[in-house]
């Protein structure tokens, strides 16, 4: 066996995979905070006693979590361009992943909402609150909440998951690598260095979601019970 | 908005006429008669299942009704044009599992009702909220959450937070049930100031001493229908075996 390494020359290129880590970053943060909008209205429509809304998110999100990431990446890449909408890269990327994570979302948080005690709607309602008031105070936030662990795991595997944009050329952190190491002959380097920087992405997500949850559950903080 | 919000002081807060409920096959209310007067306390005692607490939930609307009447503070609450949040805001409820908002504070759970239902503004709210915190004896727990309460006081911050809407009657749907007597006793002496203070109230209890205690009427439900109704002093001479197979199993 004979193992030689050489960084030197993927590592002269820090520049490059800064872009593409910042990139990656960005659409994390944009597919996060829409997936995290669709996925409260998905649960909430699942819900509904309307028949047909309940049917609608259903079949979205049994569509997308019986089909490859890579597939609706491609199906929302050529999808608008053959209606003759074009769209740069990265926003297909961003448009495919929303709709990816908010599906998975979805489920998530109706989990949560279904485990709020009839109880405590019951409580709401006696007290004379609004469906919307019952939702946003006494529904939506203790099932974030409870769901919260769950929450910050699917948004960091979304996060390593949009490597496969590379795929339609979105400049993020693994289309760089694939350049990179297309040009300096040196796979296995890019490669360990990539998957190093993902780490850190990692870490860099779950240390915001951690801050994140300090600020939005405050009673966690108060009773030194954290998420 | 609402029409006949006050009706006139003598006419009953609270009326239930024939009033029949099913779940399904099974028969909860068999033809419920009973009245409540303004500042009158009621208890409903019967065994379980006896549809007390059905009888209890139907005034708030909680559950519909197959036929009958029942009128509470002017509200036809059986007419499918009922207006449920006015309805709602004249009648408090306080349920056996306390049902407090976990990841409020104290005062936030007090205050989100007023605020947000009655428009009243976060200062006058907060003031408010120290009233009847102080009315339940709770005033240094306002910025406690409910989990750091015992079950008492968090059962006593539930009547607090229905004191908050200032409601015209009150519902107690087994209250004390899920607490410890000495518990009981802190719960049950908050109630009885409340009836002190002229509150309209109606309670399912299974206190029979404290029915005795406080109660102006005691109706004794039977297989969904009011089985025997009248002053406290039924409860110590019933006028059917099935009272006093009751009392004095409960007794």
Redesign the interface.
Known sequence: MNLNLDFAAILERWPVFLDGALLTLELAFIATVLGALIGALGAIGRRSSHPLIARICGIYVESIRNTPLLVQIFLVYFGLASLGMKFSAFTVAAAALTINVGAYTTEIMRAGFDSIPRGQIEAAEGLALSRPQIYWHVVLWPAIEKVYPALTSQFVLLMLASSVTSQISAEELTAVANYVQSDTYRAFETYILVAIAYVFLSLIMRAGFWLLGLVLFPRRRRLGTPL | MRKISNPPTNSPVVSLKDVHKSFDKLKVLDGVDFEVDRGEVLAIIGRSGSGKSTALRCI?R?ETIDSGEIVVCGHRVNDPKLNL??L??D???V?Q?Y?????L?IEENII??PC??KRVGKAQAKEQAQQVLAQVGLEDKLHQ?P??LSGGQQQRA?IA??LA?QPKVMLFDEVTSALDPELTGEVLKVIEALAANGMTMVMVTHEMGFARGIADRVVFMHRGRVHEIGSAAILTSPATPELAQFVGTGL
């Not at chain 2, 049902?99 to 990841?103: G, Y």
């Open positions: 708030d909680f949040r006015a709602r805001q009648v408090g409820i349920f599992s049902n407090l908002f976990p990841h504070t989100l009702a947000s239902v959450y989990e750091q539930a937070r229905s809407m």
